[in-house]
């Protein structure tokens, strides 16, 4: 509901600051008095059209900022999600006003445009006038207030979940569809590429597990080249270099050669013997250390090859190689979904045409349980006509169909309240047929029927009691506080029986101050309201039988 409104220095109010409860408010005062600049102020921060003669005389802007308590779960809550703005439980909407007539817009002190303003304001108040009337005169708006009134619930969940259901199915159709046109464009390509992929057959991983095995077999390579080299120094190709074995041989005969006794030499002979047994031990043992690490060349060359091949591969398709088997995957799919493309297309065709019956069917008994709420509802609000003087007025609710592209979650149906004023008159829209006052008052009776449903928890009434008086006034009084009782009402009226209904009472004033005009606004206790309802029934001379009149109407609403 609405919770305070801030106006500074707009038209004739410097600075006025409102609380509001709540049920029923009023608010009367003299023609003139300001009431007009309350509601354009109101309807400023909802959104409205901003201008330059909106802003106080000498002032250079204007501001008005409105709060509101949303209930929990209200559509105002999504819509700041959307904008990325994290509701909170107070909601501010403000307005500034250049004296050039430009605008900024705010919600919650953060910036937004003036269109996000419009969108949040009319899910929180509804404004109902004698020239400007939103809400209920908007045909978008009279699909939800009737399933809200009388369809059940669970025949729109029915047929939101049936659309929901068809739309699924037609979008797996339009994919199907189209990844088989895709397909057959490239199918040429596509088989090449699958037949290739297939010889080559990539594995998982294969990439890390030939570059380690090639690198082992490379070290393993240049491994043995060092053992053969240490071979050859021990063992020379070249006859005329002298192997150390050689060497050890001819020193070891050279000294056994000495003429005896040779006793001094043996220490060198056995040194010389130990020394070719160490060598042809070393002999041996590279000899067998070349045979179990030489590599296989044949290896290495079959693991770059198929390495180099997978590499390539991965180059040509513009992946990564360990990427390679989901690729060959994904293409032998494609050609799988052509190769048996028709017949899935009309597995899934037959699944679309299902889901559009159920979706069909659905609606069908949506539309059903609308006709039938209409009915009941042309009837409940035709007994709350008379007693407003409207008792030649009809409702008459038209339930027709949307074309295909309009079809939605709500189903297939366009709802519209239409009215005729007068016997034999053919029903047409609301906001064309009555007349100002009519038509305020149609409203009213609309919203005492639709008050339980009503999304928007703010109505304000401006002059719903316009060229009506006596019994007709009570009538539209009793009616404002039954809606009262489910929703906030703001009303602006000069009828003395619909401002003694009021909650509260608040009096627009005019006075002059330092020589200029401004509006002032009080909250009138007992008393005082008593006078303010005496005023609305004598005039400008208050009389005790006034006064006594006024007691007499509080006291019945009491």
């Known amino acids: 509901m609405l919770a305070s409104l801030a106006i500074r220095d707009v038209v004739l109010i410097e600075r006025l600051d409102l609380a509001f409860g709540p049920g029923l408010t009023t608010l009367t005062g003299e023609t003139g008095a300001g009431k007009s600049i309350l509601l354009d102020s109101l309807g400023l921060a909802l959104g409205g059209r901003a201008e330059s003669g909106m802003v106080r005389a000498g002032q250079a802007q204007a501001s008005v900022a409105a709060a509101f308590h949303p209930p929990a779960g209200h559509p105002a809550f999504d819509l700041l999600r959307e904008q990325g703005i994290e509701p909170e439980d107070d909601l501010v909407l403000r307005r500034v006003v250049q004296a050039d007539g430009r605008s900024r817009a705010f919600v919650n002190d953060q910036p937004v445009g003036v269109a996000l303003l419009r969108r949040l304001g009319a899910t929180l108040v509804e404004v109902q006038g004698q020239h400007d009337q939103v809400g209920l005169a908007d045909p978008a708006s009279h699909g939800g207030l009737l399933d809200a009134f009388g369809v059940l619930e669970h025949r729109r969940a029915a047929s939101a979940d049936a659309w929901s259901a068809w739309r699924i199915a037609g979008k797996r159709l339009v994919e199907a569809r189209e990844a088989i046109a895709a397909a057959q464009r490239e199918e040429e390509w596509l088989r090449h590429a699958v037949a290739e992929l297939k010889d080559l057959n990539p594995e998982e991983g294969e990439d890390e597990r030939l570059a380690a095995e090639r690198q082992r077999l490379q070290q393993g390579e240049r491994r043995a080249e060092a053992i053969a080299t240490a071979i050859a120094e021990l063992t020379p190709r070249d006859r005329r270099a002298v192997s150390?074995?050689?060497?050890?041989?001819?020193?070891?005969?050279?000294?056994?050669?000495?003429?005896?006794?040779?006793?001094?030499?043996?220490?060198?002979?056995?040194?010389?013997?130990?020394?070719?047994?160490?060598?042809?031990?070393?002999?041996?043992?590279?000899?067998?250390?070349?045979?179990?690490?030489?590599?296989?060349?044949?290896?290495?060359?079959?693991?770059?090859?198929?390495?180099?091949?997978?590499?390539?591969?991965?180059?040509?398709?513009?992946?990564?190689?360990?990427?390679?088997?989901?690729?060959?995957?994904?293409?032998?799919?494609?050609?799988?979904?052509?190769?048996?493309?028709?017949?899935?297309?009309?597995?899934?065709?037959?699944?679309?045409?299902?889901?559009?019956?159920?979706?069909?069917?659905?609606?069908?008994?949506?539309?059903?349980?609308?006709?039938?709420?209409?009915?009941?509802?042309?009837?409940?609000?035709?007994?709350?006509?008379?007693?407003?003087?409207?008792?030649?007025?009809?409702?008459?609710?038209?339930?027709?169909?949307?074309?295909?592209?309009?079809?939605?979650?709500?189903?297939?149906?366009?709802?519209?309240?239409?009215?005729?004023?007068?016997?034999?008159?053919?029903?047409?829209?609301?906001?064309?047929?009555?007349?100002?006052?009519?038509?305020?008052?149609?409203?009213?009776?609309?919203?005492?029927?639709?008050?339980?449903?009503?999304?928007?928890?703010?109505?304000?009434?401006?002059?719903?009691?316009?060229?009506?008086?006596?019994?007709?006034?009570?009538?539209v009084g009793e009616r404002l506080a039954r809606v009262a009782e489910r929703l906030q009402v703001l009303v602006v009226t000069h009828s003395p029986q619909v401002a003694a209904r009021g909650a509260a009472h608040m009096r627009v004033a005019k006075q002059v101050k330092g020589g200029r005009a401004e509006t002032r606004v009080e909250i009138l206790p007992d008393g005082e309201r008593r006078e303010e309802l005496a005023r609305m029934l004598a005039g400008e001379r208050v009389t005790d039988a006034a006064r006594a009149a006024a007691e007499s109407l509080l006291a019945d609403v009491r």
């Open 244 to 475: 150390p074995s050689r060497a050890l041989r001819e020193a070891a005969r050279a000294l056994e050669r000495l003429p005896p006794p040779n006793e001094e030499a043996q220490p060198a002979l056995v040194a010389l013997a130990t020394a070719q047994d160490a060598l042809a031990e070393a002999e041996t043992a590279l000899s067998r250390l070349l045979q179990e690490a030489g590599p296989d060349p044949r290896r290495l060359e079959v693991v770059e090859e198929r390495l180099f091949a997978l590499r390539a591969a991965a180059r040509k398709h513009s992946v990564a190689v360990v990427d390679l088997p989901a690729l060959a995957a994904d293409m032998r799919a494609r050609l799988e979904a052509l190769d048996a493309g028709s017949g899935r297309v009309a597995a899934l065709e037959r699944d679309e045409d299902a889901a559009r019956r159920a979706y069909l069917a659905a609606a069908t008994a949506l539309t059903e349980a609308r006709r039938e709420a209409a009915g009941r509802l042309e009837k409940a609000v035709a007994k709350e006509l008379p007693p407003l003087k409207l008792d030649r007025a009809r409702l008459a609710i038209d339930i027709g169909a949307r074309d295909e592209s309009a079809w939605g979650p709500d189903g297939q149906d366009r709802v519209a309240f239409l009215v005729s004023t007068n016997p034999g008159q053919t029903p047409g829209p609301l906001a064309k047929i009555a007349s100002g006052g009519e038509l305020s008052r149609l409203m009213l009776a609309l919203k005492v029927v639709l008050a339980r449903g009503s999304p928007v928890p703010t109505l304000v009434f401006d002059e719903v009691d316009s060229g009506i008086g006596g019994a007709t006034a009570a009538a």
